[in-house]
């Protein structure tokens, strides 16, 4: 009897523990970051947010941070592709990944979603015809989005710079799920991140 009460209470106890609900802060902004919350407790945040009492960070976080694997992919895009062509491969990953994960996204609610993108180039023309490959790769992405998920609150940023040469992307969201719809997101999005790196050779 006692051998089965203890089998019932482990199991409740993870029953319990998949159902709890995760706040995920993800940012880029030339260098990635994520923060995680279990139940509204802090369960990661990476060294390189925390602060010394001088309100500045350490040397060896600042090292950690330039030493980023998401700004190194997206360099690397960039390098090949160009600007508006790696924001387009991203974009066009993100679509897929959403189409993907299309049933499970109803369990996701986005409380925040932040996209900055500023196109620019030495060339007025070109910065004209990137712009519009910018916005025809990401606009329909938002728009799968906005019809499978809850977002409570969004601003998208997408501008045409013609008094610079240098262009630059950042994103943050925030978004809250249970624990259990997290793990299944997480195995269905893998094999479609592979196809993403096997095809961009990253």
Do not use: W
Not at 14 to 38: R, Y
């Amino acid at each position: 009897m006692i051998p089965l009460i203890i089998i019932l209470s482990v199991s409740a106890l993870a029953a319990a523990f998949l159902l709890l609900p995760v706040s995920l802060h993800i940012k880029f902004d030339g260098d990635f970051s994520a923060k995680i919350k279990i139940a509204g407790i802090k369960a990661y945040e990476p060294a390189g947010e925390k602060e010394h009492p001088s309100g500045k960070a350490a040397d060896s976080d600042k090292k950690a941070r330039t030493d980023n694997s998401m700004r190194k992919m997206f360099g690397k895009l960039e390098d090949r592709l160009g600007f508006s062509g790696a924001v387009k491969e991203i974009f066009s990953f993100v679509k897929s990944l959403l189409k993907r994960l299309k049933k499970q996204l109803g369990h996701i609610a986005v409380r925040r979603l932040c996209l900055n993108i500023r196109v620019a180039s030495s060339d007025a023309a070109q910065t004209a015809v990137e712009y519009g490959a910018v916005c025809s790769a990401v606009y329909p992405a938002l728009s799968f989005l906005d019809s499978v998920t809850d977002i409570k609150m969004k601003r998208i940023n997408i501008l045409s710079d013609f008094n610079s040469e240098k262009s630059d992307f950042s994103f943050s969201v925030i978004i809250r799920i249970k624990i259990i719809f997290l793990i299944i997101l997480t195995f269905q999005a893998f094999s479609e991140y592979n196809k993403f790196i096997t095809r961009n050779e990253l």
